[in-house]
């Protein structure tokens, strides 16, 4: 009788699936969820903190968790100051968004997204910028903060002082410093199977 051969493959697959459910536990996401889409809205791509920050940990993700999709949106497409790992689009095409969360990089980019069909727009404070917008109106710089729709993280804690004492609000208790986009999707997948 022969002896039986050992399959290499079957447990390199086993110890490959297991690797991956590690991953996706980080997140609060088991293998067999479906796919999670969020979308992302900034102004520009090119060479600032918040965007350095961000690609680079929204390329991070793209590179270690399969079951996240993640769509750019950019006010004004010019060359990012890092090639990107996943879709950018322009700001018209959030008009075809779904319910996905969205998260939003400043105020004007909030305002825009309240325009999709986003459930829920995460306004990400990486500067508060509420001071010098003077082309704004008062009512829509109030709704970046305080539509229903909407909720705000900081960056820093006085950012969420500073927010809370201008708008009369609550925000959100988290503080995720220099756009750690896995904090962020963390977060929101949380609040977004608390919702359900």
């Not at 090119?46 to 993640?70: E, K, P, V």
């Not at 319910?99 to 404070?125: D, F």
Request: net charge neutral; with cysteine; proline share 2%.
């Amino acid at each position: 009788m022969a002896k039986k051969k050992r399959n290499t493959k079957h447990t390199e697959a086993i110890r490959r699936k297991a690797n991956a459910t590690m991953e996706m536990a980080k997140l609060g996401l088991k293998l067999e969820d479906d796919r999670v889409i969020i979308g992302f809205v900034f102004n520009h791509l090119a060479i600032s903190h918040l965007n350095y920050f961000g690609i680079n940990s929204i390329n991070q993700i793209c590179r270690n968790y399969a079951g996240i999709d993640i769509c750019i949106f950019s006010q004004h497409i010019i060359s990012s100051c890092i090639q990107v790992l996943c879709p950018i689009f322009n700001m018209v095409d959030l008009v075809r968004w779904s319910s996905y969360p969205l998260i939003s990089t400043s105020i004007g980019t909030t305002i825009e997204s309240l325009s999709s069909n986003a459930s829920k727009i995460y306004h990400y404070v990486f500067d508060p910028e509420l001071i010098g917008k003077y082309y704004k109106e008062s009512c829509d710089l109030k709704s970046a903060f305080c539509d229903s729709r909407v909720r705000v993280i900081a960056r820093h804690e006085s950012h969420k002082e500073l927010i809370e004492s201008e708008f009369n609000i609550q925000i959100c208790d988290i503080i995720i410093p220099d756009c750690n986009v896995e904090k962020l999707i963390q977060f929101v997948l949380m609040e977004t199977v608390n919702d359900y």
